[in-house]
């Protein structure tokens, strides 16, 4: 209890990932639901992901922030949602969570336009990119200060995070692109953005 008071943003975030996740299965309930959560699909994939199309030609901007929302298999989700929750565990005792929320949706906005620019026949969902802009964000952070290294050892899931850097980046060209869009964001936000200094016990 006391980490969900902690973590406010994480919580919220990862309450409407699986809800959106489970509202996806109940809707496909006449398709094969085993299938769906481990290969993707279902009634909401046309409905909250980001193509080149409905983007810039039908101009569902709002499709720029829900595609961050939708996972369509369950590998994804929780893969991300362990993400999600580890980085914001630290960022919490770092930043305000309004600053946490509006970078969250900058970084889901800038990297997706970036990935619909260069992959034409793209299509997008997850929240990795906003992940990987906090990761970026805290790489900035530890090049303006080394001393953080210490702090960063000890922050919870910190070997899970370093896993996910690297291995969520064989699955595609296009899912790298998107991850490195996201990261670099995080490090030219990380050199504007201060954190609150002198935080111990993440």
Not at 14 to 39: C, E, G, K, P
Not at 69 to 76: D, E, K, R
Not at 116 to 141: E, N, T, V
Not at 187 to 193: A, E, I, N
Request: glycine share 8%; with cysteine.
């Amino acid at each position: 209890m006391i980490k969900i008071r902690n973590n406010v943003f994480a919580t919220v975030v990862i309450i409407i990932l699986v809800a959106v996740f489970l509202i996806n299965l109940f809707l496909s309930r006449d398709y094969n639901l085993f299938m769906i959560m481990l290969t993707g699909g279902g009634r909401m994939i046309n409905s909250l992901g980001a193509s080149h199309a409905c983007v810039f030609e039908d101009l569902q901007l709002h499709r720029l922030i829900t595609y961050g929302y939708w996972h369509p298999t369950i590998w994804h989700l929780t893969a991300n949602v362990f993400a999600l929750w580890f980085t914001c565990l630290y960022l919490e005792k770092v930043l305000s969570r309004i600053s946490i929320a509006l970078i969250y949706h900058l970084a889901l906005i800038i990297s997706c336009t970036v990935f619909l620019l260069i992959f034409h026949d793209g299509y997008m969902y997850g929240a990795s990119p906003a992940i990987f802009c906090f990761l970026g964000m805290m790489a900035a952070w530890l090049i303006k200060d080394r001393a953080l290294l210490d702090d960063y050892k000890g922050i919870a899931g910190i070997r899970y995070l370093f896993c996910y850097m690297i291995l969520s980046n064989f699955l595609s060209l296009g899912t790298f692109v998107v991850h490195l869009a996201g990261f670099c964001l995080g490090l030219l936000v990380g050199f504007v953005v201060k954190r609150k200094k002198n935080v111990i016990g993440c």
